[in-house]
């Protein structure tokens, strides 16, 4: 491990020795995600992201949608709009990344358990019910930083249950995407620690669009529409989702 790379991890440490205490009494008192914000953007800043913010997010009842490049995103995303994250239920398991997750309130769901699917509806309606932003990484896995994949709609019925807003938000790493993007096949803990041992600044711009409500469609019409926003606001030509 470089210097670079312990240096780095002492001041997460640090960083964190500040906002636990904070984000638990937090809890204790009804909740709030200003700590767990304060600790995932401030993560980000010392593994080099600078994050821009265009256009206005949300701040309650929302389904956030976006992209899906690097686990960076989570920091990124989760700095600029406190919240709750949903995220694939393996994540619980991975060490760091998995406790980050916790931290921050993720609601953990299996992708390839069609049976679990009315019960992971339920607890994504039910964190969106209790009035903070929800982040949905809607591809359902890390892209290749290139193409984006389509969005998946199952658990877009949540909203649609809420009958909350749903956020399209294009994160965007420019030309450094490919670069950034989490390489497929690769484990956990080297990508951690590539990024702990890349220098320079990451810039990454967080576009968040207009709304769309959902009361007035259905999951599919969300995902496809979502797709199309973050798509468009990528500049990529690519179809909507089926």
């Known amino acids: 491990m ?11 440490a640090l960083l964190l020795g500040v906002c636990l205490p904070g984000h638990l009494i937090a809890k204790l008192r009804g909740g709030s995600f ?7 953007g401030g993560a980000g800043r010392i593994l080099g992201l600078r994050v821009r913010v265009e256009g206005q997010p949300r701040r309650r009842n929302v389904l956030y949608a976006s992209n ?19 995220a694939k239920s393996e994540i619980e398991r991975w060490p760091v990344i998995g406790w980050l997750a916790r931290f921050s309130g993720s609601v953990f769901v299996s992708r390839h358990r069609r049976s679990a699917t ?4 339920d607890a994504v309606a039910t ?7 929800v982040s949905l990484f809607a591809e ?6 290139v193409r984006l994949d389509p969005f998946r709609a199952s658990l877009f019925a949540a909203a649609v249950e809420a009958g909350t807003l749903v956020q399209p938000v294009a994160i965007d790493y420019g030309a450094r995407s490919a670069e950034i993007a989490w390489p497929e096949g690769a ?9 702990l041992n890349r220098p320079g600044p990451v810039p990454v711009t967080l576009r968040f669009l207009d709304p769309l409500d959902a009361r007035a469609a ?6 496809e529409r979502s797709f199309d926003a973050v798509a468009a606001a990528l500049g990529q030509k690519v179809p909507a989702a089926a």
């Open 2 to 12: 470089t210097l670079r790379a312990v240096v780095r991890v002492l001041a997460m």
């Open 34 to 40: 200003f700590w767990a914000s304060l600790f995932l």
């Open 68 to 86: 899906h490049i690097s686990w960076l995103d989570i920091l990124a995303l989760g700095g600029a709009a406190p919240g709750r994250f949903v």
């Open 118 to 121: 009315r019960v992971q509806a």
């Open 127 to 133: 964190a969106l019910g209790e009035g903070w932003p």
């Open 140 to 145: 359902g896995g890390t892209g290749d930083g």
């Open 187 to 195: 484990a956990f803990s080297a990508e951690i620690k590539r990024m």
């Open 218 to 223: 259905n999951r599919k019409m969300l995902a």
